[in-house]
């Protein structure tokens, strides 16, 4: 079994940065080798893939709305992947939700309980 808890949501102001973490419990060894990856919600839309992070951190991926300005990283030694956002725009409200699974591209089946991230002025 894998827990993962996200923190480091809030409020920021346009243009501001925050930097989410997620923290892997349970079953570190299957942790390890997987992909893991951020996902975000927006009220009324379908949840959508924002980065994502091979098990060794050799490969990342991103959606188009996150090139250039979020960048997803991994401390396996900590059980912890990161996502560093800037560029803030009130597009990016949602609330954002660590994935644990085998692939890249494709939400494997643990999830976090989530962590809103409010832009606004």
């Known amino acids: ?41 927006a009220p009324g839309k379908q949840r959508e893939l924002v980065a994502s992070i091979t098990s060794g951190g050799g490969s990342t991926n991103y959606a188009d709305s996150a090139k250039g300005r979020f960048t997803i990283s991994r401390d396996n030694a900590k059980n912890t992947v990161y996502l560093q956002m800037n560029s803030l725009k009130s597009d990016d409200t949602a609330v954002y939700y660590c994935n644990a699974g085998p692939l890249l591209r494709v939400p494997g089946k643990y999830w976090g309980q989530g962590t809103q991230v409010t832009v606004s002025s």
């Open 1 to 41: 079994q894998v827990r993962l808890v996200e923190s480091g949501g809030g409020l920021v102001q346009p243009g501001g940065s925050l930097r989410l973490s997620c923290a892997a419990s349970g079953n570190i060894f299957s942790i390890n080798t997987m992909a893991m990856g951020w996902y975000r919600q």
